[in-house]
């Protein structure tokens, strides 16, 4: 009988094949194409299917009597609760608040999330993350997003 003795590589053999498989099924609805002529759906879908191989390679690992024998931490639901909240609050706040604003944002309410939490290392994540953003999205691929909020745009 077949038995889980790594926990940690079970969940995460498990979550590549989930999301694997996601993408592969989600990449259908596009042209595939060939090999020599990719579409838009070819390569999301092998690389979907790619990953749900990985997975269940991790799986299988983990049901092998050579894998170290360990168990999944609990959850820690605040911890969990801080990181989706930010993520939520960045969505929201984005159009009326602004790229600069609403990154700051998030790396602050995302920051409250760590054990070794200080406003100086926070602030200094949120200035470096803006320069970042900054630099990819708006000067690199020039994504239409409101970079400041919309009272002091005009």
Do not use: C
């Not at 993408?23 to 879908?45: D, L, N």
């Not at 299988?60 to 801080?82: F, M, Q, T, Y």
């Not at 993520?87 to 790396?107: A, N």
């Not at 602030?123 to 999205?137: D, E, Q, R």
């Amino acid at each position: 009988m077949l038995r889980v003795r790594s926990q940690k590589d079970f969940a995460s053999g498990l979550m590549f094949i989930l999301v694997g498989l996601s993408f592969s099924f989600v990449a259908r609805g596009y042209s595939m194409g060939t090999a020599a002529k990719m579409g838009p759906g070819y390569f999301p879908f092998w690389l979907g299917i790619v990953l749900a191989i990985l997975g269940a390679l991790v799986l299988w690992g983990s049901l092998s009597s050579k894998a170290e024998e360990d168990h999944l931490a609990r959850w820690d639901l605040k911890i969990l609760l801080w990181i989706l909240g930010s993520v939520v609050l960045f969505g929201l706040l984005l159009k009326p608040l602004g790229m600069v604003l609403s990154v700051v944002v998030l790396v602050l309410v995302s920051s409250m999330a760590s054990h070794e939490f200080n406003w100086k290392g926070a602030v200094l994540n949120a200035i470096i993350l803006v320069v970042i953003s900054m630099g990819a999205f708006v000067y690199g691929i020039n994504l239409q997003m409101p970079v400041w909020p919309a009272f002091l745009a005009s």
